[in-house]
């Protein structure tokens, strides 16, 4: 079954402060991992697609990064905007070629403090 | 171009009755998901639709059904509701060119309280 774990549940930074979230799954036949994030009471809002082991995608003060068991969301000198749910997702492996069912994370509750 | 849009935004139900929720995707994108979410499971997948057929299901009770329409628009249909299924409900649309590896994007969701 395909499965995907992403930690820490929450994660609490001081403005300026750097980390990174983690995303490890389980499924066969990756074919693409998405990040999202999600602001309270809104829809996911797309961030990233990585595609293949070694790949890493830069927005802003995000860069995200995948290899073959787990993804990382690097966050540069967050903002109190950064504030919010990341959350990522695989295509589900018996979903086949073309569908978009995606299995999601429970999400990393981050939280940037001025 | 125009974002998801879901109607309506916040609805509130008692239990035994049934709800309607309407989706409609980015123009030009034929494929439509359903997820819910609940601060307990996250986000869990209800059903995908395609040129107004369903392709996948999840693992929901038959309680939960849904349709798409040829301007590709859905809805989705909930009976006999439940406290349980007071959840947060959202809609994604992805361009179904074929690619499992395209974006989904989402709505702004459906608030659902049973009380």
């Known amino acids: 079954e395909d499965q995907v774990t992403q930690s820490p549940e929450a994660l609490r930074l001081q403005e300026g402060e750097s980390s990174s979230l983690n995303c490890s799954y389980t499924?066969?036949?990756?074919?693409?991992l998405f990040w999202y994030r999600q602001d309270p009471g809104k829809g996911p809002e797309f961030l990233f697609t990585?595609?293949?082991a070694g790949e890493e995608k830069e927005k802003e003060r995000l860069k995200a990064t995948l290899t073959k068991k787990e993804s990382f969301l690097h966050i540069t000198a967050p903002k109190p905007e950064d504030s919010a749910t990341y959350l990522c997702a695989v295509p589900a492996a018996y979903s086949g070629a073309g569908s978009y069912q995606l299995t999601f994370g429970k999400g990393t509750k981050l939280s940037v403090i001025p | 171009k125009a974002g998801v849009t879901q109607t309506p935004r916040y609805l509130i139900k008692t239990r035994g009755q049934q709800v309607t929720l309407s989706c409609s995707p980015i123009?030009?994108?034929?494929?439509v998901s359903w997820y819910q979410q609940t601060p307990g499971q996250g986000l869990q997948f209800l059903f995908e639709y395609f040129s107004e057929t369903q392709r996948n299901k999840g693992n929901f009770p038959g309680r939960f059904s849904g349709r798409q329409f040829s301007n590709s628009r859905s809805e989705m249909n909930v009976s006999t509701l439940e406290l349980g299924d007071s959840a947060l409900y959202l809609c994604a649309s992805g361009g179904g060119q074929g690619n499992s590896q395209e974006t989904q994007y989402f709505g702004p969701g459906t608030r659902l309280l049973v009380l």
């Open positions: 123009s030009g994108h034929r494929s």
């Open positions: 990585l595609y293949s």
């Open positions: 499924v066969s036949g990756l074919r693409g």
